[in-house]
């Protein structure tokens, strides 16, 4: 189902788990407007969409509150915050909307079973089953007091599964971000999941959270899932964004070809209206030269490309940071390959990663990650690039001229250089 790195704008980062249809609409508007031409599709409801109370990010407050259901025990859309779900509609509404803006719909979900239906011990659709045979009321989240987990590995956990992805085939969902699923890891409940999926009669891209996701578990990730989180909640600071260089490098080799390591939402423009911090919004904590080392990084490595601002307050900044079409073209490369590090020093803070491209051609990025601005070098040949290339910088869309040997460009602190090298001969 991601043949590439999936692109598109999740609710999170800027409404936490309180986003309404009227905010979901404004997006997917300003998505279909000014973005879907360079291949952003996905609007994704991100956690909690079932509490009609939801304030932002109250998730552990809300324990023990009333979430909407069916009479199987399945959450749905509360209706104060989704009036289309009415009349039992569910998602179904929404999606079309999102369908006839010519984009796609996603969802958020947590592991496992609502422990008010476990509560209420209601059958499980279309089985001889019923919520206390599927729970273990065991296994809880730390994090969010909704949900317990499944026996694993038992035909009722799987007659639950299989009833939920029914359900959202049903609505029209085309993505599905399960959460609680990879930290700590849930092989059982990720093969269920798979399974449910491919049963349920409609393709959905299958993204699993939160991270960091062992590497340990390449294998069964691979085998079943579209996108996997290599890192906890990411934000706007450069401490976090320093990061992900290293904890995607682990991911080397194990990426590509409709599988991907995830980075997390890009959290560009203005963000956290009623997100994790209990802050009023603001805009990105990152500066322009970071914004821009996350943009290249992202395009790259590659992984998906999800963002989190609320896109109607977008300026023109921002926006041309989700419209580069070079850059974006390096993430979109139809020949589906991760980049490699092929230069890295922990001393200065500097790094190259390369990525071939399907024409033939390279992507090449150096990156400066140290205190100090200044230059940067790199042996093209240690990089795996012997010979003589010409380059061009793909964020300022100026030919470069000829480049072999060493380069030692000058880059800010922070700051990236993004290179799509064709070999000269």
């Given amino acids: 189902m991601a043949p590439v790195p999936p692109m598109g704008w999740n609710s999170f ?20 407007d000014n973005l879907a031409k360079y291949g952003w599709k996905y609007v994704v ?4 969409w079932y509490d009609a109370g939801a304030k932002g990010n109250t998730a552990v407050g809300r324990a023990g509150a009333k979430l909407s259901a069916d009479w199987y025990g399945r959450l749905t859309p509360a209706v104060q915050r ?3 779900a009415k ?5 179904k509404p929404l999606a079309d909307k999102i369908h006839g803006m010519g984009l796609k719909f996603g969802i958020h979900i947590m592991r496992g079973i609502p422990r008010q239906a476990v509560k209420a011990n209601h059958p499980i659709e279309s089985s001889s089953y019923s919520a206390v045979n599927a729970a273990d009321t065991s296994s809880t989240c730390s994090w969010c007091p909704d949900m317990y987990g499944v026996k694993a590995n038992t035909s009722a956990a799987q007659a639950w599964y299989d009833s939920l992805f029914r359900q959202y085939a049903a609505w029209g969902v085309d993505f599905v971000k399960v959460d609680d699923l990879s930290k700590p890891y849930s092989g059982a409940d990720i093969s269920a999941i798979r399974r449910a999926i491919d049963k349920c009669g409609r393709p959905m891209v299958f993204s699993v959270s939160p991270g960091p996701t062992p590497v340990r578990h390449t294998r069964q990730l691979q085998n079943t899932v579209d996108m996997w989180r290599i890192s906890g909640d990411f934000w706007d600071k450069w401490n976090k964004l320093s990061s992900q260089f290293d904890l995607m490098a682990r991911w080397q080799g194990r990426g590509g070809g409709g599988h991907w390591p995830d980075p997390d939402f890009l959290p560009l423009g203005i963000i956290g209206h009623r997100a994790s911090s209990g802050k009023k ?3 990105t904590h990152l500066t322009k030269n970071e914004q821009v080392t996350m943009m290249s990084f992202w395009a790259i490595a590659p992984g998906p490309l999800f963002l ?8 023109d900044w921002t926006l041309s940071l989700m419209t580069n079409k070079e850059v974006l073209d390096v993430n979109q490369d139809v020949g589906a390959r991760q980049a490699k590090r092929a230069m890295y020093s922990k001393a200065k803070g500097h790094e190259a990663w390369v990525k071939p491209l ?4 390279k992507a ?8 100090q601005d200044g230059p940067v070098s790199v042996s093209l040949d240690d990089c795996g690039l012997p010979g003589k290339y010409q380059a061009r910088n793909l964020w300022q869309h100026t030919d470069l001229g000829t480049m072999e040997d060493t380069i030692s460009p000058t880059i800010p602190k922070h700051g990236s250089l993004l290179l799509q090298l064709t070999p000269m001969n």
Avoid: H
């Avoid at 009349?87 to 998602?91: D, K, L, Q, V």
């Fill in 358 to 361: 399907a024409d033939g051609t």
């Fill in 364 to 371: 090449l990025a150096i990156f400066n990650r140290s205190n």
């Fill in 82 to 84: 989704f009036p289309s």
């Fill in 13 to 32: 980062v800027s409404f936490g788990d309180s986003v309404t249809e009227e905010e979901v609409l404004a997006n997917a508007q300003y998505m279909k």
């Fill in 281 to 283: 919004s603001w805009s």
């Fill in 87 to 91: 009349n039992n509609a569910g998602f």
């Fill in 308 to 315: 989190g601002s609320n896109l109607p307050e977008n300026d």
């Fill in 45 to 48: 409801v991100d956690y909690r």
